[in-house]
């Protein structure tokens, strides 16, 4: 079943994908408020990404409310009551929500069940409350899904894939990880070094260092570079940095305050055909097309 309500210059859909797992997406680019509202059982988990703008979750009729500021994530789970969806978008804001049974989570889990708090046997009847960073690597795919152009008898598939993949980097988070199974991130001075590691990459991504040379600069040795970086993150260095880079062009090009080639500059791509190749191979569509769809 999908609902698709266009709103001057934005759009809200509500699409669901199958039995127990749907989607409500809003690209909306006016400075006007929008209201998206669903009756949604107790037994659904909630995913509520912003990707640009600001969202309010609002709840008793309004009485009270959560902001969701751009580049973050509310997650709400409470089998005790209903939770309404009852979303605004203050103007020029896109999200992505994602509204998926606990039976369904569970079984997408199984036996890694415990690795989630909500899904233990000892939390399954407690509510839960989260609000998170949107990392670069989610970031790419909420882009995907509310920006592609395939034929509409693969959209529902493309798009159940993306939420899937979504979910799982949701749950990635290895700086979670008991710290029993990873000594390494014991010592409280090398997860500095590491976190110390990313800002580097991300301060110098049009120039960054090698990994010999950013071990050095952090004064960790290369293995455990490479092993804390992938433990905290959940990706190599530049891995991440790219998806980090991709979507910082990606903002630049939203703003129109740069054309392509000084996107592609800016995050350290001289060539501007190897830019747009990257930003295709991350986004499904050139830089060009991309900037098109936003007007």
């Known amino acids: 079943m999908e609902l698709e309500k266009n709103i001057a210059e934005g759009s809200s859909h509500f699409i669901e994908l199958e039995s127990g797992l749907l989607l409500i997406g809003i690209q909306h680019d006016l400075n006007e408020n929008i209201c998206v509202k669903h009756d949604i059982g107790s037994d659904f988990i909630q995913f509520h990404f912003c990707v640009k703008g600001n969202l309010k979750f609002n709840f008793n009729e309004g009485r009270y409310a959560l902001n969701i500021k751009e580049d973050q994530s509310l997650l709400l789970y409470n089998p005790q009551r209903k939770l309404p969806i009852n979303l605004e978008s203050e103007g020029q804001t896109w999200s992505v929500s994602i509204l998926i049974s606990i039976k369904k989570l569970h079984t997408l889990f199984s036996a890694e069940a415990n690795y989630i708090d909500f899904l233990t046997d000892d939390n399954k009847d407690k509510k839960y409350y989260n609000e998170r960073q949107i990392t670069p690597a989610m970031a790419v795919v909420l882009t995907q899904v509310l920006n592609f152009n395939l034929h509409p008898s693969i959209k529902t598939i493309y798009l159940k894939g993306k939420i899937y993949e979504l979910i799982g980097l949701y749950f990635n988070r290895p700086e979670e990880a008991d710290i029993e199974q990873c000594p390494f991130l014991d010592d409280e001075d090398n997860v500095k070094k590491i976190k110390l590691a990313k800002e580097v990459v991300i301060q110098r991504m049009a120039e960054p ?12 040795s290369l293995k455990k570079l490479k092993e804390g970086f992938k433990e905290i993150y ?5 891995s991440f940095l790219f998806d980090y880079k991709m979507d910082y062009a990606r903002k630049l090009l939203e703003k129109g305050q740069h054309n392509v080639n000084e996107a592609g500059l800016a995050v350290g791509y001289s060539t501007a055909s190897h830019f747009i190749a990257a930003f295709k191979k991350k986004f499904g569509t050139t830089p060009k097309k991309y900037i098109q769809s936003e007007k």
């Open 209 to 220: 260092p090698s990994l010999n040379a950013l071990a050095d600069e952090v004064g960790l």
């Open 234 to 238: 959940g990706d190599t260095v530049f």
